[in-house]
Nanobody, 115 residues
Framework: QVHLVESGGGRVEPGGSLTLSCVAS????????MAWYRQVPGKERDIVAS???????GYVGAVKGRFAISRDIATNTVYLQMNDLTSEDTGIYCC?????????WGQGLQVTVSS
């Protein structure tokens, strides 16, 4: 198992930027994949961005070109840089580590995009 601690959420105006951070309690190399998910009321939690064990990145279509996932192996941290935010990006963002067939979740961060 792994413990994930997220930070960086908050409120931002449309067009603004935020960077989310997720620190894992064990080396990132032990995870098959790290990802960020977003959940909004009344909807399923959906994946937003992911990065595999060997560094392959993936994004949902709505965030391509605006969001960037990255990692710092030395500090066991995964980041989600979010640019040109819109109200559609509002939600609770959760860090996920997929290890040994199991999903491990952080506590979630509220991101609100509003003027």
């Amino acid at each position: 198992q792994v413990h994930l601690v997220e930070s960086g959420g908050g409120r931002v105006e449309p067009g603004g930027s935020l960077t989310l951070s997720c620190v894992a309690s064990r080396p990132l190399a032990t995870s098959e994949q790290m990802a960020w998910y977003r959940q909004v009321p009344g909807k399923e939690r959906d994946i937003v961005a992911s990065i595999t064990h060997d560094g392959i990145k993936g994004y949902v279509g709505a965030v391509k070109g605006r969001f960037a996932i990255s990692r710092d192996i030395a500090t066991n941290t995964v980041y989600l840089q979010m640019n040109d935010l819109t109200s559609e990006d509002t939600g609770i963002y959760c860090c996920n580590a997929f290890i040994g067939g199991e999903f491990n979740w952080g506590q979630g961060l509220q991101v609100t995009v509003s003027s």
